[in-house]
């Protein structure tokens, strides 16, 4: 849909102008379908975006217009706190982000949530605090939170009823691991979730830490620059959140109790309750009439952006199946040989898929059952 004067009123209009180089065309929204699973709202997050305000190098309707353009529902403008390198430039606080964004995401349907990020050294050989970046969500006077340590910091965001979460924790060592401030910080219940993505680094080392800690999981482009169109540089790390309501308060929600998904390119990784349902919701197959001895091509439609790829399925000896992939937002043809021993009659056969890119736990993928429905004839 391009934006028309009579979609965005002029204050939003001009914020979009803001936001684009000279000479360009508007943009236009390139739909992300995924699905609502039942009892809740599917909504698309990046909730780590940096601006001019601390170390940034774009304006806040940026982010705000590059998410509208990239299919996005929710973003979080998490400036530091502590480090501003612009602010010779730009001399007002880090809350100001936000106030000059709202406008714009209000205009484009975009789900604004107060952000910051706390970046405090935990020790003297520790100068750039690699070990410990956190992000304070739904804060509401980010510039109140400077403090000298990083417990003080994170204890005065919580003070706000902030949801925290550490961000990129293999950032700057060779392997992320349970740093004893991040020990710390979590026996003071001061951080809820966890970065298993950031950018285009994934820390498999993190995942067995969402079940053992209880961590919200979280994916995050951590864009400083701007962004290039998803439809030319691929998905964007998103966080798949899992909402009673497309409003701050179902977002909190839904971050408090865990209901997160992490995708970045055609990696999936979540609660197993989640996946399979975005799987039933997403992907439909179809069947027709088979003659034993040749090969059939079963029709699956993927109403979803999401790609799923598997390993040859476990069916009965005489259904045998290819390894094969299932499209996004497209119907896929899956080829399997019918031997000449298949029963000749209508029958529903179980058919095993393990989805090798949608991850339940570490060194576990989803597995899911699909009742064919085939009817084998002779010729």
Not at 179 to 184: D, L, R, V
Request: proline share 8%; aromatic share 8%; glycine share 4%.
């Amino acid at each position: 849909m391009t934006i028309s004067f009579r979609a965005l009123g002029a204050s939003a209009l001009l914020l979009v102008a803001a936001a684009l180089p000279v000479g360009t065309q508007v943009e236009t929204r390139v739909p992300l379908p995924v699905p609502d699973i039942p009892g809740y709202r599917t909504l698309k997050a990046d909730l780590h975006l940096h601006t001019v305000f601390s170390d940034g190098n774009v304006w806040p309707t940026v982010h705000v217009m590059e998410a509208w353009r990239d299919g996005l529902d929710v973003i979080a403008l998490t400036d530091h706190v502590e480090y501003r390198p612009h602010v010779a430039d730009v001399t007002t606080s880090i809350d100001r982000a936000y106030s000059v964004a709202k406008s714009a995401a209000d205009e484009l349907g975009i789900v604004l949530v107060p952000g910051a990020e706390i970046t405090r050294p935990v020790s003297a050989d520790d100068p750039f605090g690699a070990t410990a970046h956190f992000n304070a969500l739904f804060v509401r006077n980010a510039s109140a939170l400077d403090a000298p340590t990083l417990l003080e910091e994170l204890r005065k965001a919580r003070e706000q009823d902030a949801f925290i979460f550490w961000n990129h924790p293999g950032f700057r060592v060779e392997k992320a691991e349970w740093f004893p401030a991040i020990a710390e910080a979590y026996e003071q219940q001061l951080f809820q979730g966890v970065e298993l993505v950031n950018g285009p680094n994934v820390y498999p080392e993190v995942f067995p830490w969402i079940e053992q800690k209880r961590l919200t999981i979280l994916s995050n482009s951590d864009a400083h620059d701007p962004m290039p169109p998803r439809v030319a540089a691929g998905v964007r790390p998103i966080t798949l959140i899992f909402a009673r309501s497309a409003d701050l308060q179902g977002i909190r929600d839904a971050l408090v109790q865990r209901r997160t998904a992490a995708w970045m390119g055609g990696e999936l990784w979540g609660a197993e309750e989640h996946l399979r349902a975005l799987w039933s919701a997403a992907v439909r197959f179809e069947t027709s009439r088979i003659k034993p001895g040749t090969f059939a091509l079963f029709r699956v439609r993927n109403v979803s952006a999401l790609p799923f790829h598997f390993v040859p399925p476990k069916a009965p000896a005489w259904l045998r199946f290819e390894a094969a992939a299932i499209a996004p937002e497209a119907d896929s043809l899956l080829r399997a040989r019918i031997t000449a021993d298949a029963p000749t009659r209508q029958t529903t056969v179980d058919v095993q898929f393990e989805l090798t890119n949608v991850h339940i736990a570490p060194q576990r993928n989803l597995v899911v059952t699909i009742p064919l429905r085939i009817d084998v004839t002779r010729p």
